[in-house]
């Protein structure tokens, strides 16, 4: 297939018949009604859920829809991590109801992290279950939150506490929508790219590496396959393993335990999840090092990669970040099992393992830079 365009496959825990398609392709956002009708063919209304600031891309969109018969709506939440509540889950049921939705309806999340994970529990939790369709915005939701099925809000004592896996009916991404992203939001998704080499392939991180310019430029030639590999990579982490049980899938947590810890500190949009992720990724590795599990090297290379996609290493001042702070809401992290905290190490560059024996000690040692 030419760069133009891809078409990753998703067969949730290895079952082909409940699988769905990423369509990653630039100029896609036109076609929405064709994706939707496609693989919704009895749907016959639609709310399409976005933030303040995409309203001007979703609305085209819901006309289009309605331009296929498909009676659809737009519902608007303010943009942020303070969205990620009961309190909007409510609202998209309100919007719904307006319709006079029943169970062939779907809802559709024009956004970025925050609007898929809030619509997709929405849709899970709507007349028990209702059917989503993805279509990214940023590129921290196109290359993980859109894919796999995750979908949750937040509760005041942390983050995600509240959610279910409802896997979409398709994920829809134009990668073109990025030039117009904020800086901050295109390089806080590049830290979940940066992820993705550390967990499961050391010659993507390479590839990372050689063409970091070009990325950061946003150049067309390099993003769609950029998301490819990541969304190939998530693809086969839910294949393996779709509802977390066997430990494959918490390795896409690597660096979250200690970034969930420092938004929850910091409190929701102070630090944006990508900014949190980055250096959460840090102190693991830094912990790793500290273990014997990996090379001084393997955390150099991660920094200055980190550090080239413009992304934070270190906690700012104005944060909370004392170790029995840190601690006592990484203990609330719902991985943890038993207690114990459950951490994503990395063994080496391209392979992270599990750990739920880590002294609370050596986790506080790895907060600041020796």
């Avoid at 390089?187 to 310019?213: C, M, Q, R, T």
């Amino acid at each position: 297939m030419s760069i133009a365009a891809r078409t990753v496959q998703v067969s949730p825990g290895g079952r082909p018949a409940s699988g769905y398609d990423i369509l990653l392709e630039p100029g896609s956002s036109a076609a929405l009604p064709r994706f939707l009708t496609e693989r919704l063919p009895d749907c016959r209304a639609a709310v399409v859920v976005t933030d303040e600031h995409l309203q001007t891309v979703a609305t085209p969109m819901a006309d289009a829809l309605r331009g296929v018969g498909v009676t659809a709506k737009v519902h608007v939440v303010a943009a942020g991590e303070r969205s990620k509540s009961l309190e909007s889950m409510h609202g998209i049921f309100e919007a719904l109801l307006d319709l006079k939705a029943d169970r062939r309806a779907c809802l559709v999340a024009v956004g970025g992290g925050v609007v898929g994970d809030l619509t997709g529990y929405a849709a899970a939790s709507y007349m028990r279950g209702i059917a989503l369709v993805q279509v990214p915005t940023s590129l921290l939701a196109m290359v993980d939150s859109s894919v796999g099925g995750k979908t949750g809000v937040n509760l005041p004592r942390g983050k995600n506490l509240v959610g279910a896996f409802h896997q979409p009916a398709g994920v829809l991404i134009d990668p073109d929508v990025l030039a117009t992203l904020p800086d901050r939001e295109y390089h806080g998704g590049l830290a979940e790219v940066v992820k993705y080499g550390v967990i499961s392939d050391a010659e993507f991180f390479a590839w990372l590496e050689k063409h970091a310019e070009a990325i950061l430029a946003r150049e067309a030639g390099v993003l769609v396959p950029l998301i490819a590999r990541c969304c190939e990579l998530k693809a086969a982490v839910v294949a393996a393993d779709e509802f977390e049980t066997t430990g494959v899938r918490a390795t896409l947590n690597y660096g979250h335990t200690f970034a969930h810890a420092f938004e929850n500190l910091a409190g929701y949009g102070v630090l944006s999840h990508g900014e949190a992720v980055s250096v959460g990724m840090t102190c693991a590795a830094r912990l790793a090092v500290a273990r014997g599990m990996i090379e001084q090297a393997v955390f150099d290379r991660q920094t200055a990669l980190l550090q080239r996609f413009q992304l934070p290493i270190e906690l700012p001042a104005a944060v909370d970040a004392s170790a029995d702070a840190v601690l006592a809401a990484m203990r609330s992290d719902k991985k943890n099992v038993a207690g114990a905290l459950r951490l994503v190490l990395p063994v080496r560059l391209g392979e992270v393992r599990i750990f739920a024996d880590v002294p609370e000690e050596q986790v506080a040692a790895a907060l600041v830079a020796s």
